[in-house]
């Protein structure tokens, strides 16, 4: 009878453990492309934001574990703002990790042949955070522009097509 019982118990906490692992270290990400990117705002870096963005994005499966998961870990409270890469098969623990230990992809600004500073702060604000009209009101300003020696006259002469 007691090994019956130990048996039933052992069998208990495998299946348990198997779960477990399942729902934290197995594959989690919900998408099917080969990667994705979160981002991270750094005006509004709160708990509810990254799990309303990791459910809007599709980024894990499971919500929920990755809640858990998180708060686990000590990630909610040092939330770093930034874009990060998510790859396919990832599972939570190591989003959890990515996501706290703040390892940032970095974006690529790609600079053609562009005319208008407005065309300039259109390409700019899909790369960075800052709005294209905020990008165009310090192209335009001549005390931030001063700070690097450039006017809003000469500061498209310094502009060198390029990937940054």
């Not at 052992?10 to 080969?34: C, D, M, N, Q, W």
């Not at 979160?38 to 994005?57: F, Q």
Request: net charge positive; with cysteine.
């Amino acid at each position: 009878m007691i090994k019956k019982a130990f048996i039933f118990i052992l069998i208990l906490v495998a299946l348990a453990a198997a779960v477990a692992y399942f729902r934290y270290l197995g594959p989690a990400t919900g998408f099917t492309e080969k990667e994705k990117f979160l981002l991270i705002y750094s005006d509004n870096p709160t708990k509810a934001a990254v799990l309303a963005t990791l459910a809007k994005e599709n980024i894990v499966k499971n919500t929920r574990a990755f809640n858990q998961m998180a708060g686990w870990v000590g990630y909610w409270d040092k939330i770093k703002p930034g874009r990060y890469r998510v790859e396919k098969g990832m599972s939570i623990l190591s989003v959890v990790r990515l996501l706290r230990s703040g390892l940032q992809t970095p974006s690529k600004l790609v600079i053609n042949k562009l005319r208008l500073p407005e065309d300039l702060a259109k390409v700019m604000s899909r790369a960075i955070e800052a709005d294209s009209a905020s990008i165009t009101a310090f192209l335009s300003n001549k005390d931030s522009l001063a700070s690097c020696g450039l006017t809003p006259e000469n500061w498209p002469a310094n502009l060198i097509p390029n990937t940054y």
